[in-house]
């Protein structure tokens, strides 16, 4: 009798101690994306990074008339690397639309693309150091403003290395907050549905004894 009781009374503590703990996730989540959004966005308002910053290098602005071919030379310094290359229409409409294809001085093909989005990112691997013509036609019926956007080796570029980087200092410790809420709201759903059962158990063993 007496070590069946102290069975029951751990298992009504544990759906308590659960809820307890997502609770605890919970709050921690929001503490963490409160010192981060309202600091930012009080400061300078650029609290989500813009795609340019996400690349090591990044081209001038230029504007490509309807029909119109542009070429952005791109040389790569390393061999045997992936390459992340972007398009980003900075004045974009729903109409706008642009081809690129991609080839090296000696005229071998890397892959033709058309998009109609105002961004659009990509990667392939270098195999070798080279030169790369990333040749954009505006496909569209109205001028487009665009620039390029080039990383070589995205796991140690600037946007993940540098600790100052807006990626850092601000997505990552969002996706993290995000990703403990998620677990702390599951917890808690958990902790109540121990805490129910728990109860219907030791209410069924009172009547029992009655």
């Known amino acids: 009798m007496t070590k069946n009781w102290g069975i029951s009374v751990k298992m009504k503590k544990r ?3 659960i809820l307890i703990a997502g609770t605890s996730m919970i709050i921690l989540a929001a503490s963490i994306a409160y010192s981060i959004i309202p600091k930012e966005q009080g400061s300078n308002g650029d609290f989500f990074p813009s795609p340019e910053s996400l690349f090591d290098n990044v081209s001038d602005k230029v504007t490509i008339e309807a029909g119109s071919v542009y070429a952005f030379p791109h040389t790569v310094n390393t061999a045997k690397v992936p390459l992340m290359w972007g398009v980003h229409i900075v004045d974009y409409k729903p109409d706008d639309s642009v081809g690129i294809t991609i080839s090296n001085i000696f005229g071998d093909k890397f ?3 058309v998009e109609g989005d105002p961004i659009f990112i990509k990667s392939f691997d270098v195999a070798k150091v080279d030169t790369y013509n990333f040749n954009v036609e505006n ?3 109205a001028p487009i403003t665009i620039v390029m956007l080039f990383t070589e080796n995205p796991e140690k570029s600037k946007a993940l290395t540098d600790p100052n980087s807006p990626f850092v200092k601000n997505i990552i410790p969002l996706a993290e907050a995000g990703f403990l809420l998620i677990v702390g709201i599951i917890v808690v759903i958990a902790g109540i549905i121990l805490s129910v059962m ?5 209410k069924n063993q009172s009547s029992r004894y009655v």
């Open 111 to 113: 892959g033709s693309f």
């Open 139 to 141: 496909k569209g019926k």
């Open 198 to 202: 728990d109860w219907r158990k030791g």
């Open 15 to 17: 759906g308590p101690i």
